[in-house]
T-cell receptor
Framework: NAGVTQTPKFRVLKTGQSMTLLCAQDMNHEYMYWYRQDPGMGLRLIHYSVGEGTTAKGEVPDGYNVSRLKKQNFLLGLESAAPSQTSVYFC?????????????FGPGTRLLVL | GENVEQHPSTLSVQEGDSAVIKCTYSDSASNYFPWYKQELGKRPQLIIDIRSNVGEKKDQRIAVTLNKTAKHFSLHITETQPEDSAVYFCAAIRSGDNTDKLIFGTGTRLQVFP
């Protein structure tokens, strides 16, 4: 099992450019999450999904969109990148709340917006 | 919504000493409290967790205690070793409600000096 994988590992964007981050998991988890990690801010939830075809906003959703067309994939999109979106992005997956809540994280994507 | 505060933000200890990290939460309905360890440049990984029906849980050199009345929980690491150096995150969630989310503290950077 590969667990949770993320593509790409590192990306540099210019302000205004768009990109999509891909998260894939092979553990048959229902729940998937996107977080951003900034120094001193911990892990902040951007969007999450409790099942295929469903998405919901987290703590800091502005400037991002997501899609969960397949159970194993969760995509995070930046339509018009801003320097404030420079961060490390982590994807995670888990079983439904009330069962095994352990969240398994991907290796992260480091994004630099110039 | 839930709010999790974590202290201290940095902690330095001598190898062999104990380390304690404390977190407080605001939602009295939260019932699941995991701790994640993130080594430099790596992904966060679960190291121990506790549910609200338990006051203490141990796993070798690490333990977590929970005080529901005061709404705080703590991570205790005994006989610290250099490989314990990492950032530790606490989190809280009202498990069983699929509309609720895991809320993380801002992290504690632990340095263990030989």
């Amino acid at each position: 099992n590969a667990g949770v994988t993320q593509t790409p590992k590192f990306r540099v964007l210019k302000t205004g450019q768009s990109m999509t981050l891909l998260c894939a998991q092979d553990m048959n988890h229902e729940y998937m999450y996107w977080y951003r990690q900034d120094p001193g801010m911990g892990l902040r939830l951007i969007h999450y999904s409790v099942g295929e075809g469903t998405t919901a906003k987290g703590e800091v959703p502005d400037g991002y969109n997501v899609s969960r067309l397949k159970k194993q994939n969760f995509l995070l999109g930046l339509e018009s990148a801003a320097p404030s979106q420079t961060s490390v992005y982590f994807c995670a997956s888990s079983y439904p709340a009330g069962h095994q809540e352990t969240q398994y994280f991907g290796p992260g994507t480091r994004l630099l917006v110039l | 919504g839930e709010n999790v505060e974590q202290h201290p933000s940095t902690l330095s200890v001598q190898e062999g000493d104990s380390a304690v990290i404390k977190c407080t939460y605001s939602d009295s309905a939260s019932n699941y409290f995991p701790w994640y360890k993130q080594e430099l440049g790596k992904r966060p990984q679960l190291i121990i967790d506790i549910r609200s029906n338990v006051g203490e849980k141990k796993d070798q050199r690490i333990a977590v205690t929970l005080n529901k009345t005061a709404k705080h929980f703590s991570l205790h690491i005994t006989e610290t070793q250099p490989e314990d150096s990492a950032v530790y995150f606490c989190a809280a969630i009202r498990s069983g409600d699929n509309t609720d989310k895991l809320i993380f503290g801002t992290g504690t950077r632990l340095q263990v000096f030989p």
